[in-house]
């Protein structure tokens, strides 16, 4: 299940790679503890609390989508992000609303899945070093070893030998012959129409199964040979339906969904005609959000307690342009603010992940070190808002499209350069970037 992380903790984990934006952190974390407080309650009390659950409204490029990411990390739920533009209403061609629940059951299964094979790996390992082994014994001392009692302790002192080299790798470089799975075979195709995925997936597995599985011997080297079996082995040893079981609950206690782009399903509301993508998409989302059951191939998932949270910019619409129904599934609605100078230049500097961190770390692979002045920084923070102020406002996105024009030279040229010390000051700023701001028409194109 979930950590057991407090709020401030979730904020102050958020803190490390978004700047700014606190109240939509607040309520993320507030949101994220309520899931675990729910958890500990009785399971009667349990059944009765609905998630709250979040729209976050606000221009592209200031941080609702890295909030959503970022979440993904601080937490052990299932988490699915997907585009509401992707859907269509039921009856068309498209995806419907209810694949991103079966997308979200297979991400479970398939990270749960890793973790058992990471667990039982050592297992898996040592199974595998007794078929190199096996692979490794010479037919005829084999055939010794089983049938005549007398060369029981010659044999056994051979694979004892055998097997203290093949751990100290002095067997990696010599070849056996391994039937390996010949994954060949041609590929089934199911064309389904919306609605209809589940279908697909079901026939192709069940198709998958009646085919016969073909082999094929290959002479592979023994560090090779010892990876594969590994692999085949932890498959083996995996109780799968344990982990299809878990996975379902998982998603059903603690899942979470990201709907990014949620403004692009809101109609235009003066058309009898019926939009597929839009309205429609909304009364098929409903059910989902207010709490249905889904068919998966894992087996029916609810979706009462999964939080959905949403996010939008809404430009050419506003969330009470939704359907009513909708607009109460989702009752906590953040503003993010529109990043500044101020945002821009914490942005370039401050998180873990800073971009110009990223660039230094990047030339340094070429024997340049990179450095940044306090008002070189300053500058790109004051040309990033100057260009979203005039063009379009595309948030710290901006900052990437600066910093690649800033740099472009230095980067074609750092293998060859002589001077491996290069310092970015306010005026190599100015004399890289002044002439593309100043004429608007050409910003436009450029930045």
């Not at 409903?286 to 430009?315: C, Q, R, W």
């Amino acid at each position: 299940m979930m950590k057991d992380l407090k709020p401030s903790q979730i904020v102050d984990e958020l803190n490390k790679y978004i700047i700014g934006q606190d109240n939509a952190k607040k309520a993320v974390a507030i949101a994220l503890r309520n899931r675990w407080r729910r958890m500990q309650l009785d399971p009667e009390l349990q059944e009765e609390i609905a998630p709250k659950n979040i729209i976050l409204i606000g221009s592209t490029g200031i941080g609702k989508t890295e909030i959503a990411r970022r979440l993904a990390n601080l937490t052990d739920s299932p988490f699915y992000k997907v585009e509401a533009s992707k859907f269509t209403e039921v009856g068309y061609v498209g995806r419907d609303v209810e694949s991103m629940i079966r997308d979200l059951v297979e991400l479970t299964v398939n990270r749960l899945k890793t973790k058992e094979q990471e667990r039982v790996q050592e297992k898996a390992c040592q199974i595998a070093e007794e078929r190199v082994l096996d692979l490794l014994l010479p037919p005829k001392e084999k055939q010794s070893l089983d049938s005549n009692s007398e060369f029981d302790n010659s044999g056994a002192n051979t694979r004892k030998k055998l097997k203290t080299m093949l751990q100290n790798g002095k067997l990696d470089s010599r070849e056996v012959e391994l039937d390996i799975n010949d994954t060949s075979s041609p590929v089934i195709e199911i064309f389904s129409n919306a609605g209809m995925e589940e279908m697909g997936v079901n026939m192709k597995d069940m198709l998958g199964n009646l085919m016969p599985k073909n082999t094929k011997k290959r002479k592979i080297k023994v560090v090779d040979a010892l990876k594969i079996i590994a692999q085949e082995e932890a498959a083996h040893l995996v109780d799968m339906e344990k982990v299809k079981t878990d996975a379902v609950h998982m998603v059903e206690q603690s899942g979470i969904i990201f709907l990014d782009e949620i403004d692009k399903i809101v109609g235009k509301g003066n058309s009898n005609n019926p939009d597929v993508s839009k309205e429609g998409v909304q009364r098929d989302l409903l059910p989902i959000v207010e709490g249905s059951s889904v068919p998966t191939k894992y087996g029916i998932v609810n979706t009462d307690h999964i939080l959905f949270m949403a996010s939008g910019a809404f430009h050419m619409s506003k969330p009470s342009d939704l359907i009513p129904e909708l607009q109460g599934r989702f009752p906590i609605r953040v503003e993010l603010h529109s990043l500044g100078k101020k945002e821009f230049a914490q942005i370039l500097t401050t998180p873990k992940n800073a971009l110009l961190l990223q660039y230094i770390a990047l030339l340094r692979t070429e024997g340049v070190e990179l450095s940044f002045t306090d008002d070189g920084v300053d500058r790109i923070a004051a040309i990033a808002e100057e260009v979203n102020n005039t063009t379009e406002n595309i948030g710290a996105r901006r900052l990437h499209t600066l910093m690649e024009k800033l740099l472009e030279n230095i980067l074609f040229q750092a293998p060859d350069v002589k001077e491996k010390n290069i310092e970015i000051d306010a005026g190599f700023v100015d004399s890289q970037l002044k002439d593309i701001v100043e004429n608007e028409d050409l910003s436009r194109y450029i930045l």
